[in-house]
């Protein structure tokens, strides 16, 4: 159930000592982008040494799920408008115990165990498992951007050699539907987790446990933001490969009423799923079985997403891959270049091609910033261009604002300067649910030396650092310590890059771009 791209190694790859190294790093625990001088790493550190001493059962002085805000929740606004996601920054405390568990080697040989089974159906191949990069300084998000490209584009491309059609569906909201006890159900089968659903030693009990603990009791919806969270989702999924294989293979014997299904082959990454068929009426037999093993689940398909192609190669590549190789134009003006981007954003909105254009768009002015060329005349349009880019398209946000900070910087009246920035605020300030604006915006303030009051709390932690971010009222005064008074902001960070008028390539944290904001 899948061919990894040239030699990378995937987080099944590895040892359960190499696996929990891997998701204690702390572009492990915040997968999201977030200005470089917020760091986890210490946190962790020091939280884990705690816990590697003793289980976190002795640090608890009450049950967590009767404390509200154990996660440090963000959200951020998908459109402008109303349409909004949640991501969390889990409590380290039971993010480390988490971890803990699931790397004892048991119960890591267990998981292992199981996803050998979901990959044995070749004609089903998943190249969404988290991977690990070959470099410490690599980004964890470059291997999977080189993943979807080769594995997943390339691919159906291949595909239209042997195949007529392809069905593209997706699932509604995933992360927020997943069932708590299906994490079981994938590790130890449904029957056999049901038989032992209080068992101490089913790990996948304690997944379950953990997971309830960081959100009230509550067993629907897994917190999106962490690679962690991105392994167990792929857990379930891949237990519904495997039950979608039972069902394929099920069909058409002597006796049945459901009609057979040929030749096939999927195609999935996370929860998007390219079915392949030579015919069309057996494909959606595929989809028809796919969407009844995902209700099994507590999971649906997203009706308005899911479409039949006979041109596969065409369909291989997303729409707004298309739109943009079809209506690209080289533009020696900058105004120009983000004139066609807003276009490519108003047809296309989040998409990864404006991702990756606008990074690019970001190393070009960094260059022409480096060899001193002339100031741009025309920078009132210029900012409201990228201002209505990011106001549109929360996952350029962190490009956006960098773009930003390099127009405004261009401004040399200091209140002039301010104004503007004034109007950006204000912006953004008419969109709801806009945690993720706040952080970015409170970068840029205080990059332009406007120090600027913010309710969301980790903006306050920035300055203030007894902000307290998770509730540790549930912990023993030990471990509560720790947590509350670990730093996790760099001073140093934070006043050198204040020092620069606009940021480097490396200054911005996961700055690869991320499916996070889809």
């Given at each position: 159930?899948?061919?990894?791209?040239?030699?990378?190694?995937?987080?099944?790859?590895?040892?359960?000592?190499?696996?929990?190294?891997f998701?204690?790093?702390?572009?492990?625990?915040?997968?999201?982008?977030?200005?470089?001088?917020?760091?986890?790493?210490?946190?962790?550190?020091?939280?884990?040494?705690?816990?590697?001493?003793?289980?976190?059962?002795?640090?608890?002085?009450?049950?967590?799920?009767?404390?509200?805000?154990?996660?440090?929740?963000?959200?951020?606004?998908?459109?402008?408008?109303?349409?909004?996601?949640?991501?969390?920054?889990?409590?380290?405390?039971?993010?480390?115990?988490?971890?803990?568990?699931?790397?004892?080697?048991?119960?890591?040989?267990?998981?292992?165990?199981?996803?050998?089974?979901?990959?044995?159906?070749?004609?089903?191949?998943?190249?969404?498992?988290?991977?690990?990069?070959?470099?410490?300084?690599?980004?964890?998000?470059?291997?999977?951007?080189?993943?979807?490209?080769?594995?997943?584009?390339?691919?159906?491309?291949?595909?239209?050699?042997?195949?007529?059609?392809?069905?593209?569906t997706?699932?509604?909201?995933?992360?927020?539907?997943?069932?708590?006890?299906?994490?079981?159900?994938?590790?130890?089968?449904?029957?056999?987790?049901?038989?032992?659903?209080?068992s101490?030693?089913?790990?996948?009990?304690?997944?379950?446990?953990?997971?309830?603990?960081?959100?009230?009791?509550?067993?629907?919806?897994?917190?999106?933001?962490?690679?962690?969270?991105?392994?167990l989702?792929?857990?379930v999924?891949?237990?519904?490969?495997?039950?979608?294989?039972?069902?394929?293979?099920s069909?058409?014997?002597?006796?049945?009423?459901?009609?057979?299904?040929?030749?096939?082959?999927?195609?999935?990454?996370?929860?998007?799923?390219?079915?392949?068929?030579?015919?069309?009426?057996?494909?959606?037999?595929?989809?028809?079985?796919?969407?009844?093993?995902?209700?099994?689940?507590?999971?649906?398909?997203?009706?308005?997403?899911?479409?039949?192609?006979?041109?596969?190669?065409?369909?291989?590549?997303?729409?707004?891959?298309?739109y943009?190789?079809?209506?690209?134009?080289?533009?020696?003006?900058?105004?120009?270049?983000?004139?066609?981007?807003?276009?490519?954003?108003?047809?296309?909105?989040?998409?990864?091609?404006?991702?990756?254009?606008?990074?690019?768009?970001?190393?070009?002015?960094?260059?022409?910033?480096?060899?001193?060329?002339?100031?741009?005349?025309?920078?009132?349009?210029?900012?409201?261009?990228?201002?209505e880019?990011?106001?549109?398209?929360?996952?350029?946000?962190?490009?956006?604002?960098?773009?930003?900070?390099?127009?405004?910087?261009?401004?040399?009246?200091?209140?002039?300067?301010?104004?503007t920035?004034?109007?950006?605020?204000?912006?953004?300030?008419?969109?709801?649910?806009?945690?993720?604006?706040?952080?970015?915006?409170?970068?840029?303030?205080?990059?332009?030396?406007?120090?600027?009051?913010?309710?969301?709390?980790?903006?306050?932690?920035?300055?203030?650092?007894?902000?307290?971010?998770?509730?540790?009222?549930?912990?023993?005064?030990?471990?509560?310590?720790?947590?509350?008074?670990?730093?996790?902001?760099?001073?140093?960070?934070?006043k050198?890059?204040?020092?620069?008028?606009?940021?480097?390539?490396?200054?911005?944290?996961?700055?690869?771009?991320?499916?996070?904001?889809?």
């Open positions: 159930m899948g061919v990894k791209a040239h030699n990378e190694k995937t987080l099944i790859d590895l040892s359960a000592a190499e696996a929990k190294g998701l204690l790093k702390e572009k492990s625990y915040v997968s999201f982008d977030l200005p470089d001088y917020f760091t986890f790493q210490n946190l962790l550190d020091k939280v884990g040494e705690a816990l590697n001493a003793k289980p976190l059962s002795h640090y608890r002085t009450s049950n967590p799920r009767a404390c509200d805000g154990i996660n440090y929740k963000l959200l951020y606004n998908k459109d402008g408008n109303y349409a909004w996601r949640s991501l969390q920054v889990i409590h380290p405390a039971i993010y480390i115990s988490l971890v803990n568990q699931i790397a004892e080697e048991k119960n890591w040989r267990t998981i292992l165990d199981r996803f050998g089974h979901f990959r044995e159906n070749e004609k089903i191949e998943c190249h969404s498992i988290p991977v690990v990069p070959d470099s410490a300084n690599k980004s964890d998000k470059i291997p999977q951007i080189f993943t979807w490209w080769q594995k997943i584009e390339q691919r159906s491309v291949a595909f239209a050699l042997d195949y007529r059609y392809m069905i593209q997706d699932i509604s909201n995933c992360y927020d539907s997943i069932y708590t006890h299906s994490i079981a159900w994938a590790i130890h089968t449904r029957e056999k987790a049901k038989e032992n659903r209080r101490d030693e089913s790990i996948g009990n304690t997944i379950d446990t953990h997971l309830q603990d960081m959100n009230s009791g509550q067993t629907n919806g897994i917190p999106q933001g962490s690679v962690l969270m991105d392994f989702a792929e857990m999924l891949g237990y519904v490969d495997s039950l979608l294989t039972e069902k394929i293979g069909t058409g014997k002597t006796g049945q009423s459901k009609p057979s299904v040929g030749d096939y082959r999927i195609l999935r990454y996370r929860d998007d799923y390219r079915i392949f068929s030579n015919n069309l009426f057996e494909a959606g037999q595929v989809a028809k079985y796919l969407s009844e093993t995902l209700a099994e689940m507590g999971l649906k398909l997203n009706a308005e997403k899911t479409k039949a192609s006979d041109d596969v190669i065409k369909n291989s590549l997303k729409p707004d891959k298309r943009w190789i079809a209506h690209k134009q080289i533009a020696g003006k900058k105004w120009k270049w983000l004139m066609q981007l807003h276009l490519l954003s108003a047809q296309f909105p989040n998409s990864g091609t404006l991702d990756n254009q606008m990074r690019k768009f970001l190393q070009v002015i960094q260059k022409q910033r480096e060899q001193q060329k002339k100031k741009d005349s025309n920078i009132d349009t210029l900012i409201s261009l990228v201002v880019i990011g106001y549109r398209n929360p996952r350029v946000l962190p490009q956006s604002a960098a773009i930003l900070l390099f127009f405004l910087d261009q401004i040399k009246d200091k209140k002039k300067k301010e104004s920035f004034d109007k950006v605020r204000l912006k953004f300030e008419q969109m709801p649910n806009s945690s993720i604006n706040e952080i970015w915006l409170h970068w840029v303030s205080s990059k332009i030396g406007k120090e600027t009051c913010y309710e969301e709390k980790i903006c306050q932690k920035v300055t203030k650092s007894d902000t307290a971010i998770w509730n540790t009222a549930w912990l023993t005064d030990g471990l509560k310590q720790i947590i509350d008074s670990t730093p996790i902001i760099d001073d140093k960070k934070r050198d890059s204040l020092k620069r008028p606009t940021p480097t390539e490396g200054e911005m944290k996961n700055m690869g771009g991320s499916s996070t904001y889809n």
